[in-house]
Structure formats: structure tokens, C-alpha cells
């Protein structure tokens, strides 16, 4: 079920920015193999876990995939590799293109075996430039693309790195768009493609589409960087009791805000709160003056009044309290669910829904090669060839 049934990808990636990718093509009924080395997917081993090899990363990145191990490094596991690549429709991998090659898996290789396939990289750099070679972690992506020095100019602190696997996902995200646009697209021409996406361009795109400014001109007319998002001020505002995230943002929303707190006159009074663009370019005082109001009342007036006057807001969440809003509650987006080897584990829902290719319920993410023998059964290897495989080391299968 889903609309992505009957589509078949094999799966070379590991740690998050892939895996998060392969998931979403899982979750919309793909069939997911994730072909794992020996010594199984590193992220296996980040976090507290109940069995070694099954940490929570692992679990949240890995729903809706059959788990294969094969030894890539003997010629025997790149034969078997090329027998599931034969008849599937999306190959999916984060190691450098260089490193494919000399497996004799870059794309014309594989196209030679199956010219339909759609063929999808996720590394560090564009192969048109000098850092066509280099490795690439989500840190390091970030610091590049000017996270780093965004952050530090807008706390006035050190430069610190955005505490999520940001460019890992967002890239991850972008590659499923362009898979689906390369699946779409074979429906057309017949033919399959070679898709690239560079970590350091897309997230270089990603975050100046916001910061650019002025450096979009030329000559500059400023020297880049959204005033409003490096605001020092912009933050969830503490209150009596707590803390509250809001946006008090347009005219409405403005004039509403004020007439709730009794200060109806403030937008002819003082020019910075007259209009958006005068708000836009006086942000600092704006927010450091709700800043002060907020402090007035504790959290829970708040969110009454702000839902009165219809301006935006939520609640600012911590790990523990996220669990329980009412919101996600309502949404089942938490559930406990029955894990076959780890008993029971909260599991996330996918967010988005269909009226008429509604996806099955998830498959929890797999055991290391727990579907090795089901995998190459199906792309026709014979029980002794699978059993000599196993016994000589090139793939494995769970216990």
C-alpha cells in the first residue's frame, strides 16, 4: 500500500542523511533493502538501546526497510549486489562517488545493468569542483554555510552549531524530491538517471535564501543577514512563570495584541511600532519591548489571551513535555508500538496522510541482516548458493 508501492529501492547508506531519505520512500510504501556491511550501520550503536545494535537513531531513521548484510570488499557481495540491482528502481548512497567507482558501482556501471534505474548520490560537494573528494559531516556543513556565524552574531557568544542533524535531514528531504522527480520522469522517457545532491550547496541555498540580503545586488546594498532572524531579542519570551513562543507579526495581529493588553494607542504613538516595514528595521526595540510585557503575566494567561486575540503562539516544549502535547495526543502521532526483537518503543507516526493510498502500518527497523535470506531468495539465489554465502562470511543473517 501507499503510492510509492511496488517500487523498489536498494538502500547503500548509513549513519542519517540517507537513511532519513530511504525511510520517507519506505514510509510511502516503498520497498525499502538496506544492504548493511558486516559490522552493521554505525547509528546502531549511538544511544541507550536494549540490545546491542538496535540504539534509537537507528530505530527512528530505519522504519519500513528489509535489513540485507553483504561484504562489499568481496567480489562474491558486488555479484549478489548486482543480481538485487537488476530489476529495482531507485539505488540510494552517501559514500563519495569516487569510493562507488572503484567498487564498480558508479552509474555507468550500474546503468549498464539496468538502464531504468534511478541512481542517487548524497555526499559531501559537487563533483564539478576542488572539494569533489572531500568527506562531509552534518558539523561541518553547517560551520560552511554560515550556521555557525549566524548564530554566534545573534547571541553575541561563540559560534555553536544547531543542536539537530539539520543539513543531514534537509538534505535527505531535498534527495526524495529529486527521486520522486527522476521516478516521474522515467514514466515519460523510459529511462532511468543519475541525480547528485551535494550537502554544501544544498544547505549553501537553504539557509541564503533567508540570509543573502543585500548581497543579492550588486554592488551589495548591505552586507547580508536577516535582520529579524539575528535579532538578539528573537526568542521565546519568559513569562511570570515560564517561557512562550509567539509571533505578533502583521498589522492584525499587532492591533488585536494591543487592544488584549490595554495599550490600543502604541502604533500611533512610537513610529517603530507604526508598520511592518518600520517593526522590520527597529526589530531590537520591538521585541525587547514585548519582552518586558510578557514578563507580566504567567504562561498560562497568556496563551488565553493571545488565543483571544488570534495571535499566534505555542507553547515552548521540552523533550519530556512534547510527549504529552495535546495536539500530538490528538494526532496519535506518538504510539507505543511492539518491536519484534526490542519489545515496546514510541514510535513516530509520518506526518503526512492520503485519502486514497493510505501506507500500511510501519515496519519497525530491522535487525542486522534480519531479511538477508528473504531478500536474496527473491532476487533468485537458491538456498545452497545462500547458505555458502553465509558460510564463507560474504552475507549474514540474523539469528
Not at 554566534?152 to 538534505?171: H, L
Not at 502535547?325 to 526483537?341: K, M, N, Q, R
Amino acid at each position: 500500500m501507499g503510492p510509492l508501492q511496488g517500487t523498489r529501492v536498494i538502500d547503500m547508506t548509513s549513519v542519517l542523511m540517507g537513511p532519513f531519505a530511504s525511510q520517507a520512500l519506505g514510509d510511502m510504501g516503498a520497498d525499502v533493502v538496506k544492504v548493511e556491511a558486516p559490522s552493521g550501520d554505525l547509528v546502531r550503536q549511538i544511544g541507550p538501546a536494549r540490545h546491542e545494535g538496535m540504539g534509537p537513531i537507528f530505530l527512528n531513521a530505519n522504519r519500513n526497510k528489509r535489513s540485507v548484510v553483504l561484504d562489499l570488499k568481496r567480489a562474491e557481495g558486488i555479484a549478489v549486489l548486482r543480481r538485487l540491482l537488476a530489476d529495482a528502481d531507485v539505488l540510494i548512497y552517501n559514500v563519495r562517488p569516487q569510493a562507488m567507482a572503484r567498487l564498480g558501482l558508479s552509474y555507468d556501471d550500474v546503468a549498464a545493468v539496468n538502464p531504468r534505474i534511478v541512481y542517487a548520490g548524497l555526499f559531501g560537494f559537487g563533483q564539478d569542483g576542488p572539494y569533489a573528494a572531500r568527506p562531509a559531516y552534518d558539523d561541518l556543513i553547517q560551520g560552511a554555510t554560515t550556521l555557525s556565524s549566524l548564530i554566534a552574531r545573534a547571541s553575541g557568544g561563540i559560534p555553536r552549531y544547531v543542536p539537530t542533524a539539520m543539513a543531514d535531514r534537509i538534505v535527505g528531504v531535498t534527495a526524495v524530491g529529486g527521486i520522486l522527480a527522476s521516478l516521474l520522469a522515467r514514466e515519460r522517457t523510459g529511462r532511468g538517471d543519475r541525480i547528485d545532491i551535494p550537502m554544501f550547496e544544498t544547505m549553501a541555498g537553504f539557509v541564503l535564501g533567508d540570509h543573502l540580503g543585500g548581497l543579492s545586488f550588486e554592488p551589495p546594498l548591505d552586507a547580508g543577514g536577516y535582520g529579524r532572524q539575528l535579532s538578539p531579542e528573537r526568542r521565546p519570551y519568559r513569562t511570570s512563570d515560564g517561557y512562550i513562543c509567539t509571533m505578533v507579526y502583521n498589522d492584525k495581529q499587532w492591533v488585536g495584541f494591543l487592544r488584549a493588553i490595554g495599550r490600543e494607542s502604541l502604533m500611533q504613538e512610537d513610529e517603530r511600532f507604526a508598520t511592518y516595514a518600520a517593526r522590520t528595521q527597529h526589530v531590537d526595540h520591538v521585541y525587547g519591548t514585548l519582552a518586558q510585557i510578557f514578563e507580566q503575566r504567567s504562561t498560562a494567561e497568556w496563551m488565553q489571551l493571545l488565543e483571544a486575540a488570534d495571535v499566534p503562539f505555542m507553547p515552548m516544549h521540552d523533550l519530556q513535555s512534547i510527549l504529552h502535547d495535546p495536539h500530538l495526543v490528538a494526532t496519535e502521532f506518538f504510539s507505543t508500538v511492539e518491536h519484534p526483537s526490542e519489545g515496546p518503543i514510541r514510535a513516530m507516526r509520518m506526518p503526512m496522510t492520503w485519502t486514497h493510498s493510505t501506507p500500511e502500518p510501519a515496519r519497525p527497523a530491522p535487525r542486522l541482516g534480519e531479511h538477508t535470506r528473504e531478500v536474496l531468495q527473491q532476487a533468485g539465489c537458491s538456498t545452497d548458493e545462500i547458505d555458502l554465502l553465509c558460510a564463507t562470511g560474504v552475507a549474514h543473517q540474523a539469528a
